[in-house]
């Protein structure tokens, strides 16, 4: 595995540290000697980058003169919030919070990748997994919170005979998000890193900075895409009138 400098960086500070933790929890690394991944790594990166954009928007907030900060950080919300309430419902509030992280932890991974000596860990099958899991469990815990132990009904079909057939049709349906989830995220990203890649070392001056471009692109649409399903999901696991 070929470190990236902020990997290295926290596998010299915390790798010794990381690696008693895990086996103490029966995890035997692939590296132990260098236990945290560069996935983990751009993970906390963008955590931290989040987390002091959030705190310069706290700083800044002002009902007399709103700056730039404030403006982004509102449209950014409405945008999650007009998104939510078409799909979702007007039942949407309680779920804003969770969709405009989601969202914004999403963007920030993809487009991360275009610093150079960054990479973005959306192209490593276990972030859009872990992505896609977070949002499994929520929108079923959200279910089960709106609709109590009814929201199982919706698992059997219309009619009580029909349920044998359903159950295990609406299992399989509701796993196969999680594949659709993931695959879906992490085969764009991925094939984008490897396009962008592959023409810098072709020819490192001019044309990559066209799919940086595309790479941008594709980094929204994808954002989008999964929130837009997480939308869809939470609406349907939490409408009463099903």
């Known amino acids: 595995m070929v470190q990236l400098w902020v990997t290295a960086l926290l596998n010299r500070l915390f790798g010794h540290a990381v690696l008693s933790l895990l086996l103490a929890l029966g995890i035997h690394p692939k590296h132990p000697a260098t236990p945290i991944s560069n996935a983990f790594a751009m993970e906390l990166t963008v955590g931290l980058i989040l987390v002091l954009y959030f705190a310069a928007v706290r700083s800044r907030l002002s009902v007399d003169q709103p700056g730039a900060l404030q403006h982004t950080a509102e449209m950014i919300e409405d945008f999650f919030g ?37 990479e973005s860990p959306t192209a490593i099958p276990v972030v859009p997994l872990g992505c ?3 949002t499994w469990f929520y929108y079923h815990f959200q279910g089960l919170r709106a609709n109590g132990f009814g929201y199982f009904k ?6 009580w005979w029909l349920a044998p057939l359903m159950l295990p049709i609406e299992i399989f349906s509701h796993t196969a998000r999680l594949l659709s989830l993931t695959v879906r995220l992490y085969a764009n990203m991925f094939a984008g890193e ?5 023409f810098f070392s072709l020819v490192p001056i001019g044309v990559p900075i ?17 929130v837009i399903l997480a939308c869809v999901y939470l609406g349907e696991a939490t409408a009463h009138e099903h």
């Open 194 to 198: 490897m396009v962008t890649l592959v």
């Open 132 to 134: 896609a899991l977070l």
């Open 210 to 226: 066209i799919f940086d471009g595309l790479h941008i692109g594709v980094s929204l649409i994808q954002t989008y895409i999964f």
């Open 154 to 159: 919706h698992f059997m079909g219309p009619v």
């Open 82 to 118: 007009n998104m939510a309430h078409e799909i979702i419902g007007h039942h949407y509030q309680p779920y804003h919070s969770y969709l405009v992280t989601l969202g914004l932890f999403i963007l920030t991974c993809n487009l991360i990748g275009i610093v150079p000596s960054f």
